[in-house]
């Protein structure tokens, strides 16, 4: 509450265990236990370096933490020793998801929709339904070009869904089934 180690403020803390959480998904400091009044007290919480901790189950199912210095072995550090602060949003109740590694996920989906959505409109109609002739009934070559112009210039495209096909030759529109039929 006061002062969680020699060099931070409790705001200094706070904030950078808020952002390695936000950009990472966890945040961990070492937790230095101590004797305060007769009685085992945390004396200090120490940062660790981004990405030299990881989170897991050990045979015991007990949650334990491995740490790899940049100088020295690798340890194996059980919850006592490690003040874990986990973003609320986890896929395996262990380990905190980064909340920017799920707007670039998001981002990046949204975009991919976005693309799909302008080439489909943009490649022409979304067959809604067929062109029927009366049985024995066929378009001249003109009145054929006619229709294939109108269907690939004057109904293609996200402005004109919905519109209808000026139709000749006795030619009926028949609307396809919908999936909501």
């Given at each position: 509450?006061?002062?969680?180690?020699?060099y931070?403020t409790?705001?200094?803390?706070?904030?950078?265990?808020q952002?390695?959480?936000?950009l990472d998904?966890n945040?961990?400091?070492r937790v230095?236990w101590?004797?305060?009044?007769?009685?085992?007290?945390v004396?200090?919480?120490?940062?660790?370096?981004?990405?030299?901790i990881?989170?897991?189950?050990n045979?015991?199912n007990?949650?334990?933490?491995?740490y790899?210095?940049?100088?020295?072995?690798?340890?194996?550090?059980?919850?006592?020793?490690?003040?874990h602060?986990r973003?609320?949003?986890?896929?395996?109740?262990?380990?905190?998801i980064?909340?920017?590694?799920?707007?670039?996920?998001?981002l990046?989906?949204?975009?991919a929709a976005?693309?799909a959505?302008?080439?489909?409109?943009?490649?022409?109609?979304?067959?809604?339904?067929?062109v029927?002739?009366?049985?024995g009934?066929?378009?001249?070559?003109?009145?054929?070009?006619r229709?294939?112009a109108?269907?690939?210039?004057?109904m293609?495209?996200?402005g004109?869904a919905?519109?209808?096909f000026i139709l000749?030759?006795?030619?009926?529109?028949?609307?396809?089934?919908?999936a909501?039929?």
């Open positions: 509450y006061k002062r969680p180690n020699s931070q409790a705001l200094e803390f706070k904030t950078h265990m952002m390695c959480a936000l998904g945040a961990y400091a230095v101590g004797v305060k009044r007769g009685r085992p007290a004396l200090a919480l120490l940062p660790f370096k981004r990405g030299t990881t989170p897991e189950l045979d015991g007990e949650l334990v933490f491995q790899r210095p940049s100088n020295g072995p690798a340890q194996t550090l059980t919850q006592r020793e490690v003040f602060f973003h609320p949003i986890s896929l395996d109740g262990i380990k905190g980064s909340l920017v590694d799920v707007a670039v996920e998001t990046g989906l949204a975009s976005e693309r959505i302008a080439t489909m409109l943009a490649k022409g109609v979304m067959a809604g339904g067929s029927e002739l009366p049985q009934t066929e378009l001249s070559d003109e009145a054929y070009e229709l294939r109108s269907m690939n210039e004057d293609s495209g996200s004109n919905g519109n209808w000749e030759d006795g030619a009926t529109a028949k609307p396809f089934a919908s909501r039929d």
